[in-house]
């Protein structure tokens, strides 16, 4: 088994900062792109950040120049680091991850976290 979890969310006034952390456990052999998205109440999933485990990184328009992802692949862990934080950002934030596990050849199979909530006040 794979388990994904979240950590640094909260509650911050527009114009601050957040880090989010994943951090990916289990059996696993390898985690390739790792990535985070968000859903904001009554909207769907969208993709904020991705970053292969190379360092290849991608982000939404709207997030461009504000938030920068990062991972530490000794660590099986996933960084968003967000600032100039907008009311428009408050939504859950999931991480995923792509993982070959241990004993599985080179299977890939997608895994989540389960959320962590950000808020941002105006």
């Known amino acids: 088994q794979v388990q994904l979890v979240e950590s640094g969310g909260g509650l911050v006034q527009a114009g601050g900062s957040l880090t989010l952390s994943c951090v990916a456990s289990?059996?696993?052999?390898?985690?390739?792109?790792m990535g985070w998205y968000r859903q904001a109440p009554g909207k769907q999933r969208e993709l904020v950040a991705d970053?292969?485990?190379?360092?290849?990184?991608n982000y939404a328009d709207s997030v461009k120049d504000r938030f920068t992802i990062s991972r530490d692949n000794a660590k099986n862990t996933v960084y968003l680091q967000m600032n100039s934080l907008k009311p428009e950002d408050t939504a859950v934030y999931y991480c995923?991850?792509?993982?070959?596990?241990?004993?599985?050849?080179?299977?890939?199979?997608?895994?989540w976290g389960q959320g962590t909530q950000v808020i941002v006040s105006s």
């Open positions: 970053i292969t485990r190379r360092g290849s990184t």
């Open positions: 995923k991850a792509d993982v070959i596990r241990s004993g599985f050849g080179s299977r890939k199979d997608d895994y």
């Open positions: 289990g059996s696993i052999f390898s985690v390739n792109d």
